[in-house]
């Protein structure tokens, strides 16, 4: 079973710390990997997306890949009130569905 | 707009009935999908139609019956509603390709009495 697992949370940062979300996943052959943002009561809203190994950067949003270890992570940086959120992970195995993690609550502190 | 969108947004209904939702994309995609998102907020993926064409079908109850009538709409039917099936229904697009970002419409939330 192909499983992407991720921290439910609630993780609470501080505003204008930075925020670390990680999540890992099972199938070695996944191609490609996405970063939602859920709302309360809304729908997930794409913020990034990575292919390659590394990291790939947009504006406060930094998300950072290590196929080897099998994990992917999204940084927030300078965190305000409203990143407060659910982030969810979701990852594409090769030849297979996306499979999207439980999600991560975020938390920022005033 | 551009948009995904899904109607209704809100369904109140009674245990036995049968109910439909309907979904729309103006972004050009080729790929549609149908994903429940229950209580604990876990997003599973149902269905899945390229170009019309079924291509994911998950372990799902053969009460829920997806139509698309063309690239640009997919659309759920419900038959005989169940209490486990109160949850929210978000329809998704993308253009092909494993590799495509998805978009999601704003959400059904189905509430069963």
């Known amino acids: 079973q192909k499983e992407v697992e991720q921290n439910s949370g609630p993780l609470s940062v501080p505003e204008g710390a930075i925020a670390s979300l990680n999540c890992t996943y099972s199938?070695?052959?996944?191609?490609?990997f996405f970063w939602y943002r859920q709302y309360s009561g809304k729908s997930p809203e794409l913020i990034m997306f990575?292919?390659?190994?590394g990291d790939k950067e947009d504006g406060r949003f930094t998300a950072q890949l290590n196929k080897a270890s099998q994990y992917v992570s999204l940084l927030i940086r300078d965190s305000q009130p409203s990143d407060s959120a659910t982030y969810l992970c979701?990852?594409?195995?090769?030849?297979?569905?996306?499979?999207f993690g439980k999600g991560t609550r975020l938390h920022i502190l005033p | 707009d551009t948009a995904v969108s899904q109607t209704p947004k809100y369904l109140v209904t009674q245990m036995g009935n049968d109910k439909s939702i309907k979904c729309e994309q103006n972004l050009g995609h080729d790929t549609m999908y149908w994903y429940k998102q229950d209580s604990k907020k876990f997003l599973k993926i149902m269905f899945s139609?390229?170009?019309?064409?079924?291509?994911i079908n998950e372990t799902v109850p053969n009460r829920f019956s997806p139509k698309s009538p063309d690239k640009a709409h997919l659309n759920l039917h419900i038959n005989s509603l169940e209490l486990g099936d109160s949850a929210v229904y978000f329809c998704a697009s993308s253009f092909n390709g494993d590799n495509q970002p998805q978009h999601f419409g704003d959400g059904t939330r189905l509430s069963i009495l």
């Open positions: 990575i292919y390659s190994n």
């Open positions: 199938d070695r052959g996944s191609q490609s």
């Open positions: 979701a990852v594409n195995p090769r030849d297979d569905k996306i499979i």
């Open positions: 139609y390229n170009n019309k064409e079924l291509i």
